[in-house]
């Protein structure tokens, strides 16, 4: 015990000299210990498959991490769980400070977004971890799991789903939670844990269970973990998230595929239908030109606007990074780009490519468009103006499969699909707790710390405050290049460790 | 014995109040009387699958044609193949006429269009034939296959890929022959019997079959029984047939795929960049938008011309039959869009929708373009006229995956690969095969006989004009909605017994 008591003084006093907190450096020196037992526990939690709709993969989630909760010591480990049968428990537990007046809430999601494994790198595979050297990008090797003996490289990556996004946000909490007790420092708050099962499938049913436990989920402050740390790789506070809603466009051809030989510009061929509409939705410039779009947009406050106009810029930078030249909307930065609404194709399809191509004129043609919200936007009236959008183009829109008679009726008939969404939040920088958690997240780090008044992301925190009147706080800890939602999706090990100093000084915070 | 002569004759009488010849009749009995035992020879051919790249599946093909052609005793029953390793052998033979001075070959091919079977319906599977009784599009229901004491009625389908293009077409030249041998008829000149196993792959190596056996085939005629009958279901002779090339184009997004909340509206979309170029092919009347795209076109004789004014115009019943209001082209009919080039979008995709959908800007977009083209037009120009369009689109032009510097430099990237293609060709009415040839046809049927001066779809006989110096007619039999090159792939029965009468009264004529 002594001679770890020295490392860790020694370690205080080498970083006081960078401006980091005594505190900090033992929380590292505790995470250096730790790390082979947690990466141990990290590699049967990210093998478990986590698509929210898949009921029985997703219960063995919660019950791993019900047990992660246990094995630490948290109090009252349950599973809230919603009224509509089939919704993803969320594993809940507590930590109560005797004399503590407020309480914090972590927050963290165990559901992943959809994998298609064939678009994965051939070495990787999206529910069996692996460890690479590197990132993939930078032609990064496959090495193996080092044993109790060996040492982690914080530049080394683990390659899965939900790696990052967001089993790395509750493995970084527990943890932390574990280094403040193992460094022996107090806690001057409650804390309780709450890990959603549903987040990427929108997190339909999160009102039910903040309407049922209601009183359970009383706090003074959320401190929502997921989402990617700045470009730059400094560390971020978010007060905000973009809101999120879809639109799902399917265009009709002929009610059977045709040979594209015998009836090629005769029939009408719903993928070219589908490109024209796409394509009318933006103009050059890259300006969605859907009537309204850009209104309602509430304006930031000067606080706010400060805080970007000191945002590093990295439009350099990624532009390098991911190898493109020029933005979509000519002339505007990234950071102010994500102020804005925005329309993306997530995916359109048409017949097939590749060695699946055949020469058909296809049935049907889709597309998934994702519609991101500001403050002021009202997610229905957003994906409305999407809507009223195509009908202008001359669809016939429908919500089901068109009738022959529609079909004979009407030259261009649109199944267009209006899915549940939640608008964008945001927390105000003067929030007496705001200031705390900024001032608890500087102490750990000698960089600068970007705040943002808004993340491109989305979380559903417009529900926390509807149903919770709830202040909510974005502290991400992934690296920005961590493939979320994509194929090869990845966790930087040096992430982590700074999310695990990051989450434990938020702990600590008086 | 007697009691078949004497049905044979009665039919005989009664067809030729018809107008239909009494050979015509004789064939169709001893096609009733063959049904089920051709039936039960085409069920487990149509069981084979049959992508030509596919060498195992493919020459498992070849040697059930094989014996199938032993069986009935034809002569010389043998594999052509091509110096080119791998390409898919010819299955050929032969039969000859004491003292006939004229030979006749007859084409089809056993290789199919490839399959995504998930796109089948359920109660099919693509390589396991099953019996209809009628149509899908009519709610038909799967029925089993009668036993040799059941009878077949005539609208009945089999469903299965290549039961219609073109394993039709050998089942029905084989069972045409053998009738032709058991009525008692004779053949006047020699036949040659020639099953290629990569026209849905383009025939790329027919030229070198061509070179190899030049002397083999030798002949007055090819009769090519490939695609569908006129849509207004009477039989039908095309002269010629459109040719066919393939332009893939990719378009470039970021590097790596990037979250759409993070990134969406500031990282270029890959999906949005395809959707308008395409959309910039074609204007608001469905013309093709690419500079000389209709040029060089070779005009219709007069003959043509009044053969196009003759074919009954089926636009109404097909627009009802597909249930769509507006042809592509505005104002252009079925017959007449046949006559011009064409360029479809076979497929495109970005991203993934339905279930794989995911909030993603994707690396990369891709379309398959399919140009046919007709007399006059050179397939490696009209491929040029679209990779230049591309280019005046401000696309950077490459072959392969584009390099990381040339991503930094060029804003917009499209590789485009340009297939290996062929033109269109045709032959002349007035040929005297061709007028011998339509005097047979039409005394199989008492209705109009339609002679389209092309077919929209494409055979490379343009590569049997060039290399073999040889005339070609086609003649197809599948009925016209038999999706082929599209999932429920299937053949009207009737189409095959009308099919097998037609082909015997060619194989008879003097």
Same mark, same amino acid.
């Given at each position: 015990m002594k001679s770890i008591a020295l490392c860790l003084c020694l370690a205080a006093m080498t970083g006081m000299a960078y401006g980091q907190s005594a505190e900090t450096l033992q929380i590292r020196a505790v995470r250096e210990k730790n790390e082979y037992r947690w990466i141990q526990e990290y590699i049967p939690f990210l093998s478990i498959p986590n698509i929210a709709s898949d009921s029985i993969q997703i219960n063995k989630n919660a019950a791993y991490i019900f047990q992660m909760m246990k $094995?630490?010591?948290?109090?009252?480990? =349950?599973?809230?769980t919603a009224d509509s049968k089939g919704t993803p428990p969320v594993v809940y537990g507590?930590? $109560?400070?005797?004399?503590?007046? #407020? *309480? /914090?809430i972590f927050y963290a999601h165990y559901d992943g977004?959809?994998?298609?494994? *064939? =678009?994965? #790198?051939?070495?990787? #595979?999206?529910? #069996?971890p692996k460890l690479l050297n590197g990132s993939l990008e930078n032609q990064a090797s496959l090495i193996p799991f080092p044993d109790a003996t060996g040492k982690y490289d914080p530049e080394w990556r683990i390659y899965a789903r939900s790696a990052s996004d967001d089993k790395a946000g509750i493995m970084a909490i527990l943890a932390a939670y574990e280094a403040v007790k193992q460094a022996g420092y107090s806690f001057h708050y $409650? /804390?309780?844990f709450f890990f959603e099962g549903e987040e990427e499938a929108g997190s339909t049913h999160l009102y039910q269970i903040f309407q049922k436990y209601t009183n359970l989920l009383k706090s003074d402050l959320w401190v929502i973990c997921d989402g990617p740390v700045h470009q730059s790789s400094k560390k971020m506070i978010a007060f905000g998230v973009r809101g999120d809603a879809h639109v799902e466009v399917t265009v009709y051809g002929p009610s059977r595929p045709l040979h594209s030989g015998h009836y090629g510009n005769w029939a009408p061929n719903p993928s070219l239908m589908l490109a024209k509409l796409l394509a009318s939705m933006k103009d050059e410039k890259g300006r969605v030109t859907i009537p309204g779009f850009y209104n309602n947009i509430t304006p930031l406050t000067p606080e706010e606007k400060k805080a970007i106009a000191e945002t590093p810029s990295v439009d350099s930078q990624m532009k390098n990074e991911l190898k493109f030249s020029n933005e979509e909307m000519t002339g505007l930065g990234l950071t102010e780009s994500l102020m804005l609404p925005s329309l993306n194709i997530n995916g359109m399809q048409g017949g097939n490519i590749g060695k699946q191509a055949s020469n058909v004129i296809p049935t049907s043609a889709s597309a998934v468009l994702d519609l991101r919200m500001v403050m002021g936007n009202e997610y229905t009236v957003q994906q409305q103006k999407v809507l009223n959008f195509i009908r202008k183009q001359g669809y016939h829109i429908t919500q089901q499969e068109p009738t022959d008679a529609e079909r004979k009726e009407f030259p261009k008939i649109a199944k267009v699909k209006l899915s549940e969404g939640y608008n964008a939040q945001r927390t105000s920088m003067s929030l007496p707790f705001a200031k705390k958690l900024i001032a608890a997240v500087k102490s750990t780090s000698r960089e600068q710390l970007v705040l943002l008044p808004s993340m491109g992301g989305s979380v559903p925190l417009f529900v926390f405050e509807k149903y919770l009147n709830a202040h909510t706080l974005m502290v991400p800890i992934a690296n920005h290049d961590? $493939? =979320?939602?994509?194929?090869n999706e990845n966790i930087r090990l040096q992430n982590l460790w700074n999310g695990i100093e990051t989450l434990a000084a938020i702990m600590m915070m008086k």
């Open positions: $094995n630490r010591g948290i109090e009252h480990v =349950q599973y809230l507590e930590v $109560n400070i005797a004399g503590a007046d #407020s *309480t /914090l977004q959809p994998v298609d494994s *064939t =678009q994965w #790198s051939k070495i990787l #595979s999206p529910f #069996s $409650n /804390l309780r961590n $493939n =979320q939602h994509a194929e």
